[in-house]
């Protein structure tokens, strides 16, 4: 029964911190974890929990408790956010020529890239990244655009342990999401940077770019944006919201996604819904008044552009002074579609996952809105998507052939409100 012991540490205002014990477990038929918070660490008065549902910071000075994981969970949630999926996956693989990294591995090898505040190491001293394939880091410890865009391509071809599978397991193995990325610096600040896959068939990072710019035409809560061509390839940048800027540099912002605040599993995929996280956001929000109306204007917006990726990952929270407080908008892609009927991954209101402007509004008691506000606020959300999603498209660079392609995603935002006012 192998067992990988690690410090948990939280980047706190004056640094990072060990907050606790984490040991991970793989069995036969199912791997667990169990996780202590340490003493001194309960007795800071800037203590925050790794984990807001699953560990709960227990009252200083009680008895000492050991979490273990729920029956099917090899981890805990809030400790598998600061874990990478798809991308950060795929380059751990080829780094250990093709063996399937474990869990363990892919936490402790993941570097002070990842999202949020937690970080680990071998000792209560200070974290340390452990890879097992060696010397983790390339030369140097910030890469530029046309050596990340240059170790993308190349990367996704070659099955070597090379200075740029290196490059981009330093600034890129720590993220999550599925697509190619990489951390970068624009003037001092923390960036992502997103590039296209090889096997893309449409230019994805304009069309994520012309999607949040529409976004904040809307007036939802997006961060800053950015796009440049380097080496004949398209980047979209998006500025880091879990980073805050100081005099010393970046201080890390704690971080928990949707599923981590619903304590839900990863297979529970279609079983929750914008109702779940509104009372989230009231249970744990520091504003949950003015969160709710930004997560009901998102959840219209995605409804509106066809946005079917809308599962619990790509919704995320951020701690701050006051409590949990929702994070601003990322991930969102629209998708074309041959049919008429939609569906969200989340459920939307009464009709279940129905991706429609009347289930919307129909399930808007969960977000305290009224049927006639809830009703005024998707109109003009139909009204800005309607008017503004073409000139988005047309700004990101993309041509005709694209728009047409895309047009079936802006069907409802084109004739919704002829559907509400009939």
């Given at each position: 029964m192998p067992s990988v012991s690690t410090i948990v540490f939280m980047h706190l205002p004056a640094g990072p911190v060990p907050c606790g014990r984490l040991t991970m477990t793989s069995e036969p038929r199912a791997s667990f974890a169990t996780f202590a918070y340490g003493r001194r660490y309960l007795e800071r008065a800037d203590r925050v929990a790794v984990d807001p549902v699953q560990l709960p910071l227990p009252e200083p000075g009680g008895e000492d408790i050991v979490f273990r994981t729920e029956e099917g969970f090899s981890n805990f949630n809030g400790i598998r956010d600061a874990a990478p999926d798809g991308w950060g996956r795929y380059l751990m693989y080829k780094a250990l020529d093709d063996r399937e990294p474990s869990e363990a591995e892919i936490l402790l090898a993941s570097g002070d890239y990842r999202v949020g505040a937690l970080a680990f190491g071998p000792t209560p001293e200070s974290p340390g990244r452990l890879t097992p394939w060696g010397e983790g880091a390339a030369p140097g410890e910030h890469f530029t655009l046309e050596e990340l865009a240059a170790a993308v391509e190349e990367v996704q071809s070659v099955d070597e342990l090379d200075d740029n599978l290196r490059r981009l397991l330093t600034a890129g193995s720590s993220l999550g999401g599925a697509r190619p990325k990489a951390a970068t610096d624009v003037l001092g600040q923390p960036w992502i940077a997103k590039f296209p896959a090889n096997d893309d068939?449409?230019?994805?990072?304009?069309?994520?770019?012309?999607?949040?710019?529409?976004?904040?035409?809307?007036?939802?809560?997006?961060?800053?944006?950015?796009?440049?061509?380097?080496?004949?390839?398209?980047?979209?940048?998006?500025?880091?919201?879990?980073?805050?800027?100081?005099?010393?540099?970046?201080?890390?912002?704690?971080?928990?996604?949707?599923?981590?605040?619903?304590?839900?599993?990863?297979?529970?995929?279609?079983?929750?819904?914008?109702?779940?996280?509104?009372?989230?956001?009231?249970?744990?929000?520091?504003?949950?008044?003015?969160?709710?109306?930004?997560?009901?204007?998102?959840?219209?917006?995605?409804?509106?552009?066809?946005?079917?990726?809308?599962?619990?990952?790509?919704?995320?929270?951020?701690?701050?002074?006051?409590?949990?407080?929702?994070?601003?908008?990322?991930?969102?892609?629209?998708?074309?579609?041959?049919?008429?009927?939609?569906?969200?991954?989340?459920?939307?209101?009464?009709?279940?996952?129905?991706?429609?402007?009347?289930?919307?509004?129909?399930?808007?008691?969960?977000?305290?809105?009224?049927?006639?506000?809830?009703?005024?606020?998707?109109?003009?959300?139909?009204?800005?998507?309607?008017?503004?999603?073409?000139?988005?498209?047309?700004?990101?660079?993309?041509?005709?052939?694209?728009?047409?392609?895309?047009?079936?995603c802006f069907r409802l935002a084109d004739h919704g409100r002829d559907l509400l006012e009939a």
């Amino acid at each position: 029964m192998p067992s990988v012991s690690t410090i948990v540490f939280m980047h706190l205002p004056a640094g990072p911190v060990p907050c606790g014990r984490l040991t991970m477990t793989s069995e036969p038929r199912a791997s667990f974890a169990t996780f202590a918070y340490g003493r001194r660490y309960l007795e800071r008065a800037d203590r925050v929990a790794v984990d807001p549902v699953q560990l709960p910071l227990p009252e200083p000075g009680g008895e000492d408790i050991v979490f273990r994981t729920e029956e099917g969970f090899s981890n805990f949630n809030g400790i598998r956010d600061a874990a990478p999926d798809g991308w950060g996956r795929y380059l751990m693989y080829k780094a250990l020529d093709d063996r399937e990294p474990s869990e363990a591995e892919i936490l402790l090898a993941s570097g002070d890239y990842r999202v949020g505040a937690l970080a680990f190491g071998p000792t209560p001293e200070s974290p340390g990244r452990l890879t097992p394939w060696g010397e983790g880091a390339a030369p140097g410890e910030h890469f530029t655009l046309e050596e990340l865009a240059a170790a993308v391509e190349e990367v996704q071809s070659v099955d070597e342990l090379d200075d740029n599978l290196r490059r981009l397991l330093t600034a890129g193995s720590s993220l999550g999401g599925a697509r190619p990325k990489a951390a970068t610096d624009v003037l001092g600040q923390p960036w992502i940077a997103k590039f296209p896959a090889n096997d893309d068939i449409y230019p994805i990072c304009r069309i994520e770019l012309a999607t949040m710019r529409l976004a904040k035409h809307c007036g939802l809560d997006v961060p800053n944006l950015d796009f440049r061509e380097v080496l004949g390839r398209d980047i979209y940048m998006i500025e880091r919201f879990d980073r805050i800027s100081t005099a010393d540099g970046a201080r890390r912002q704690p971080f928990a996604s949707g599923l981590t605040i619903l304590g839900a599993h990863e297979s529970d995929v279609g079983r929750h819904s914008y109702a779940d996280l509104a009372d989230a956001i009231r249970r744990h929000g520091a504003d949950p008044r003015k969160d709710l109306v930004e997560l009901y204007r998102r959840m219209v917006f995605n409804i509106l552009v066809t946005n079917d990726d809308d599962h619990l990952r790509n919704h995320g929270f951020l701690w701050t002074a006051q409590g949990w407080r929702l994070s601003p908008l990322y991930d969102v892609v629209p998708k074309p579609q041959v049919g008429l009927e939609r569906t969200l991954v989340l459920g939307v209101g009464p009709r279940g996952r129905a991706a429609t402007l009347e289930n919307a509004i129909a399930g808007a008691g969960a977000f305290g809105f009224t049927i006639e506000d809830a009703r005024r606020d998707a109109l003009a959300l139909v009204d800005s998507v309607r008017e503004g999603w073409m000139k988005q498209f047309r700004g990101a660079g993309l041509g005709d052939a694209e728009i047409r392609r895309f047009a079936t995603c802006f069907r409802l935002a084109d004739h919704g409100r002829d559907l509400l006012e009939a």
